[in-house]
């Protein structure tokens, strides 16, 4: 069967860096489109990075533009997420996913697998 499993998170310092990844079997990799989404206490989750299946395109949420960078090596059957500068806000669990059609890359609804998720804890 397919799974995802994430791995890199814990608890930083607001200002620091982590790079989560999420590794994949059961599947295909390189035919799936790959997405991390996040969902912080008492919020919906939301939509983070997303890179298509070949990696010569990626799409980031407005609110970690210019600090996330998603990518993937398809040798190694693995999606990657380096967050730079954290802040409080960024506290969430994060999810990885994978997704036959890139149409809803945005959208939780557009993927097909999901990962059981890593908790990031900012401090101030």
């Known amino acids: 069967q397919v799974q995802l499993e994430e791995a890199g998170g814990g608890l930083v310092q607001a200002g620091g860096s982590l790079r989560l990844s999420c590794a994949a079997s059961g599947l295909t990799f390189s035919r799936h489109h790959m997405g991390w989404f996040r969902q912080g206490p008492g919020k919906e989750r939301e939509f983070v990075a997303a890179i298509i299946w070949n990696g010569g395109n990626t799409f980031t949420a407005d609110s970690v533009k210019g600090r996330f960078t998603i990518s993937r090596d398809n040798a190694k059957s693995t999606v990657y997420l380096q967050m730079n500068s954290l802040k409080s806000e960024d506290t969430a669990v994060y999810y990885c996913?994978?997704?036959?059609?890139?149409?809803?890359?945005?959208?939780?609804?557009?993927?097909?697998?999901w990962g059981q998720g890593t908790q990031v804890t900012v401090s101030s």
């Open positions: 996913a994978a997704a036959k059609s890139g149409l809803r890359l945005a959208a939780s609804s557009g993927y097909d697998y």
